[in-house]
């Protein structure tokens, strides 16, 4: 009851949050880089898809609903990697827990390389949205409500790149859904990311901006999960699929679509084997600027050992892995 209540409560504080943020902010691109960075090893290793996988203890950042759908009463999770932007380190850590009512989870990443640092809070409120009937499982609704610091020695613009500090924080809203068994074997997700948010910044020595961040980097994804089953059901391949949308509140600019993609082998309930795909820009200043996709591949593996699991993942110049443990 107490989950349910607090769950209430914040939905009703961020809508009124969204409601006053109305200016519009200069340097709110930089929060792409985060984004981009480390969330969740088991959606990195399937190419940035799983906004309908719930398995895995860093997933709520990927889909905000999907921690309500935790098997356990909770679990807490830590990494560590590397990749192109944050090159000296990532270090997520995640903690959820959960009863009949929905869940309640709390995220921190810490981000940082030659290019800059970032702080990056989450706290997580999820439950039930809707109760099905029949054979569609219910529908859960997630929301994230972001805190985000980062000082960077460079400021980059749509063309440039300048060699000034900058400090930036940042208030970001996600909201997600999701919905299993909407046909059968096949799971759905909807998710909106930095549907709203709050930026203020300050170049050293000039400057100070605020406002509310742009439309332009807003995205909407639509996700689903496609399940076959082998052996009785101890050989299972999941078939996750992300569309990415970008730009579809910014009628200035052209939309674009991104493509996420895998294949996950489970073998029993110990062992796991991912390969993943994304026609995606690799540079995530392309997603304002270029837009230049390329073919980015990635794979990864998992171990589970009750109560522990451990997920790895790769990809070019970019690594992490992540322990589970689940109460």
Not at 161 to 177: A, E, I, Q, W, Y
Not at 202 to 214: A, F, H, L, M, Q
Request: proline share 3%.
């Amino acid at each position: 009851m107490i989950i349910k209540k607090m769950y209430r409560q914040i939905s009703t504080a961020i809508c009124l949050f969204a409601l006053l943020c109305t200016v519009s902010a200069d340097h709110d691109q930089l929060n792409l880089f985060s984004r981009a960075s480390l969330q969740s090893t088991v959606s990195q290793s399937l190419g940035g898809a799983g906004t309908a996988m719930p398995k895995g203890g860093m997933q709520g950042l990927v889909n905000p609903a999907l921690t309500a759908s935790c098997k356990s009463s909770g679990s807490i999770a830590a990494g560590y990697g590397r990749d192109d932007v944050f090159d000296k380190t990532a270090l997520p850590f995640g903690a959820v827990i959960t009863d009949n009512n929905g869940a309640m989870g709390f995220y921190y990443r810490f981000l940082d390389g030659n290019t800059g640092r970032v702080n990056d809070a989450a706290i997580n409120f999820s439950g039930t949205l809707f109760q099905s009937s029949g054979t569609q499982g219910d529908v859960d609704l997630g929301i994230n409500a972001r805190y985000e610091h980062s000082v960077w020695p460079y400021i980059y613009d749509d063309e440039n790149l300048n060699n000034t500090k900058l400090r930036s924080s940042s208030l970001l809203l996600d909201v997600g859904f999701y919905q299993p068994q909407v046909m059968e074997n096949l799971d759905f997700a909807l998710v909106f990311r930095n549907l709203t948010g709050y930026s203020w910044s300050e170049v050293e020595g000039d400057e100070k901006t605020k406002g509310r961040i742009s439309s332009r980097h807003r995205t909407v994804v639509v996700g689903c999960v496609y399940t076959l089953g082998f052996m009785g059901g101890n050989l299972l391949f999941l078939l996750p699929v992300d569309i990415e949308m970008n730009n579809l509140f910014k009628k200035s600019l052209p939309n674009r679509y991104t493509l996420r993609t895998g294949v996950e082998g489970r073998l029993g309930s110990s062992y796991t084997v991912r390969f993943g795909y994304a026609h995606a820009p690799e540079d995530p200043m392309e997603l304002i600027t270029d837009f230049s996709p390329k073919n980015l591949f990635f794979g990864g593996v998992g171990v589970f050992v009750n109560p522990l699991q451990i997920d790895f993942f790769t990809g070019k110049n970019e690594w992490g892995i992540t322990a589970t443990w689940f109460y």
